[in-house]
Structure formats: structure tokens, C-alpha cells
């Protein structure tokens, strides 16, 4: 069964504190790695998707990497708008629908 | 604005009803999506479609229906067999180009049981 597991689910930061969130996965047929950044009560914003082990995607303070296996999203020097949760899901070659993890809810504190 | 449009933003449901959510797209995409989320929970895809009149359940379908008559809409009908309804709903649309695969969501709306 294919499965995604995101750790850790809740995140508390220091402003400046930098550090990563993990997104392990267990699927047949990887087609792409999707991170999407979701306000409370508000639909998710997509941030990077990754296709091949060995790919990097950068914005502002995010930085998506990929393995076979797990996606890091490495947050430097984060800010208190940096908090909400981050959702990664994975797209499989068999079709378009996106397979989501639980989410890591990200707090940064000033 | 390009967007995805969910109405409304807060909907309650009396025991037995049948409620309607309102998705509607203007990015010209083909394929739209129904996702449920559960308080601290990921999104769980409830019914897909990839093309107008046609449309798959997704993993958790059982309770709802949905129609695809026009490519600008997809509205999603929690039924009384829904016997939990209440959580986020959110609607997705995705398109052709490069982007052909990335999800766009819209705000969602947000179900409560009276």
C-alpha cells in the first residue's frame, strides 16, 4: 500500500532557528514529490514539486530536496510568517491524483 | 484573477439533509479534484475528474456524489449517507502545460453538523 509519513507533526522554532522537516515515502512508481504550505482555514499553496532523486528546489528560506526514499524541506533562519503547516504529497505514474501525509505544523516564535 | 472559487466559505447540514458545495474554476483546466481534511489530518481524496461528464471516486467516496457538466465546474453533494460530514472541504483543479501537473486549491469550505 502505498503510504506517505510526514515527521515531526508539530514544530516549535526560535526566529532564526534554522531546521528541516522530513517527508518519507513508500509508493511504486514515484512520478513526482509535491510541498504545499496551508494557513489555518485557508486551501494549501504550492510551494515546490521535485521529480528525480538528487533534485533541489529553492524559495526564499525553503529549500526541497529528494532522495528515493524521503524529502527534506529545510527552512533557514525562518521567520514568524513562516507558520503554518506543510503538506507533501506524492503523484504516482499511474495517474494525477496526489497522495497526502498527515502534515508538520510549523510554529516560529519571535 | 485566475482561481478556483469555493462557496460558500461556511455551510451547516441538519440531520438528513443533502448539501451542496459550489466549485467553480477559471483557469481552464480539465481535471478537478474533492479532498476532505480532518482536523490535524492530511487531505483525503473523495472524487476526481479528468474530463467534462466523466468522474472516478476517490478513497473515500462513499456518502457524496458529484457532477461534471461544464468544464468550469464541479460541485460536490454530501448526502444523508454521510454520517460524518463534518470537516474542510477543498476543491483542486490542475491543467495542461508544464504545470499540467500541479494541484491549485481553493480557499475550501468548511461543513458543520446542527
Known amino acids: 500500500e502505498d503510504q506517505v509519513t510526514q515527521s515531526p507533526e508539530a514544530l516549535r522554532l526560535q526566529e532564526g532557528e534554522s531546521s528541516s522537516l522530513n517527508c518519507s515515502y513508500t509508493?511504486?512508481?514515484?512520478?513526482?514529490l509535491f510541498w504545499y504550505r496551508q494557513d489555518p482555514g485557508k486551501g494549501p499553496e504550492f510551494l515546490f514539486t521535485?521529480?528525480?532523486a538528487g533534485e533541489e528546489k529553492e524559495k526564499e528560506r525553503l529549500k526541497a530536496t529528494l532522495t528515493k526514499k524521503e524529502s527534506f524541506l529545510h527552512i533557514t533562519a525562518p521567520k514568524p510568517e513562516d507558520s503554518a503547516t506543510y503538506l507533501c504529497?506524492?503523484?504516482?505514474?499511474?495517474?494525477?491524483?496526489?497522495?497526502f501525509g498527515g502534515g508538520t505544523r510549523l510554529m516560529v516564535k519571535p | 484573477d485566475g482561481g478556483i472559487t469555493q462557496s460558500p466559505k461556511y455551510l451547516f447540514r441538519k440531520e438528513g439533509q443533502n448539501v451542496t458545495l459550489s466549485c467553480e474554476q477559471n483557469?481552464?483546466?480539465?481535471?478537478m479534484y474533492w479532498y476532505r481534511q480532518d482536523p490535524g489530518q492530511g487531505l483525503r481524496l473523495i472524487y476526481y475528474s479528468q474530463i467534462v461528464n466523466d468522474f472516478q471516486k476517490g478513497d473515500i467516496a462513499e456518502g457524496y456524489s458529484v457532477s461534471r457538466e461544464k468544464k468550469e465546474s464541479f460541485p460536490l453533494t454530501v448526502t444523508s449517507a454521510q454520517k460524518n460530514p463534518t470537516a474542510f472541504y477543498l476543491c483542486?483543479?490542475?491543467?495542461?502545460?508544464?504545470?499540467?501537473?500541479?494541484?491549485?486549491f481553493g480557499a475550501g469550505t468548511r461543513l458543520s453538523v446542527l
Open positions: 521535485l521529480y528525480s
Open positions: 509508493v511504486s512508481g514515484l512520478r513526482g
Open positions: 483542486a483543479s490542475s491543467g495542461g502545460g508544464r504545470a499540467k501537473n500541479i494541484q491549485y
Open positions: 483557469l481552464n483546466h480539465d481535471a
Open positions: 504529497a506524492v503523484q504516482l505514474n499511474a495517474g494525477n491524483m496526489l497522495t
